[in-house]
């Protein structure tokens, strides 16, 4: 009897796994990268074109130079494009925009520690419109 319920018990929690590893889906990720943005993100930042806020507009970032928003001013270590916004070069300014742009005027914010967060994020990015 014991180990019946044993057997059932280790079922039911296998069902509950693989359910729950089948929500986990590209979409589901992506709308968790848009919340992620949207609590970290978007009190200055925007993902739509030219709608510049506190920062830039962040509209089709990846593979954009640094600078390159219209319309908006830029601390002298962003302006001219000297930075490519690839993904690890996104990765490492959302970890810590410091050690990427010195001077920068990101203040208060200071970075994101975690990896899987900064990558639901730039993810969410790539796919923005």
């Given at each position: ?47 739509k ?46 970890a ?29 990015l790539?796919?923005?419109?």
């Open positions: 009897m014991m180990r019946s319920m044993t057997h059932a018990l280790k079922a039911i929690v296998g069902g509950f796994a693989i359910a729950a590893a089948a929500a986990i889906t590209p979409a589901a990720s992506l709308e968790t990268g848009e919340t992620l943005f949207n609590n970290s993100c978007r009190t200055c930042h925007s993902v074109a030219d709608d510049n806020r506190l920062g830039p507009n962040l509209h089709q970032i990846v593979g954009r130079k640094s600078g390159a928003a219209s319309g908006f001013n830029y601390s002298p270590s962003l302006k001219g494009g000297a930075i490519t916004w690839d993904e690890a070069t996104l990765d490492k300014f959302i810590n925009p410091d050690s990427v742009a010195s001077g920068n005027t990101m203040k208060p914010f200071t970075g994101i520690s975690d990896a899987g967060v900064r990558k639901q994020i730039i993810e969410f790539k796919t923005a419109k």
